[in-house]
């Protein structure tokens, strides 16, 4: 039997492998950032329970729970420039989801055991009667008929109230003195304080527990996103996923965070900065794959961004960059708001040297105008 179910599992070692050449680079980097030795124990825990088939409780492995934990570890390389150590944690990642099982509705048990027993119990408490029917049993022996034995019943509690009755009337009532006893019905012992700092401290405690951590990490990711600080809001983001990913609050700032970055990857792109562009486009697909949300404007805009024409913009006081592009398309924004575009032949003192086509009557007029840089705001560089 145990050949049949070891041939059933899947093969974990090349996920294994791929997790222990990430654990190496963790230790290299240790150096570079603490929280890299943290990252690295969370990886030897992985493998642990990867190579022994099972969790430490004996339960089957949890593919998607060591999926989740592999976030953070994929952020962290990501934040100090490794975007392809992240790449090949996320293809980890998406191997141990599509290992993960699919999991089963919990059917709760309607009725609780407790109820159970307290149904069962008048059965077991009907059987006292036994007991009623050996005393009706051993009535005969005594020969005392019950209206007798009320009778003197009655007779000995009259005889009991009318001796009170003369205690407290007659001459022999008890002096007034005796009263004063009454001062120790108050006594001090139901005034002690040391209840009472016990029960105002004892709910006082919990109040940094995980559901606060949450809040604290949904809050610190708000306050982030509204400074357009969004490493910072990613990190917060990461911390509050370990505690609750499906929180509203959660998946909220997680949509809100893919939405900047797109933006912050369209400006890259108009700006020149083509590899600025592709890195930030990555990340918001990372993020959206961790919450499960829709990456369809991130595929768009990457594609917009692949046939886009590529250019470099320079600015116009980098005269050894504009002389390396001499012969190349131009485009110039000027400081009074005009677009000039031509080629660039060269510079010369404060001036540009602009290669300009022109159409006259019908034919192309070729001519060399000369730029002052100093009117120029930005020059954008085509590469042809």
Known sequence: MDIDTDSNRPDLRPLIARLREIKKKCASMGSRNEEFPLMEERLDSIIKRLDAGEEPSGEPLAYRAMARELFPVAHLFESVGFMSVGKEIAHVERALKELAPEEPASDAPTEPKSARRTAAQPAAAAEP??????????????????????????LL???????????????????PPVRPAAPTAPVVTPLTPSPFPTVVHTPARPMPGPSNTLADEVAAARLAL??????AAISHLSAAALINRNHTGVLEIAQELVGRLVGD????AADGRWEDAERILERARRVAMRFGLETTAIDRTGQRHAAMERFVIVAPDDTRAIRSSAGRRVELSMKDGSIRTGRIEGVTGPDLLLDVDTDVGGGIVSFTDDVPLASIVTIKIFED
């Open 129 to 154: 009667g036994a007991a009623d029917e050996d005393t009706d049993d051993e009535g005969p022996v005594h020969h005392v008929p019950r209206p007798v034995a009320a009778g003197l019943a009655v």
């Open 157 to 175: 509690a009259a005889m009991a109230i009318a001796t009170m009755i003369v205690l407290e009337v007659g001459p022999f009532r008890p002096k």
């Open 265 to 268: 990857a369209e400006a890259a």
């Open 226 to 231: 509204f400074q357009s600080d969004h490493e």
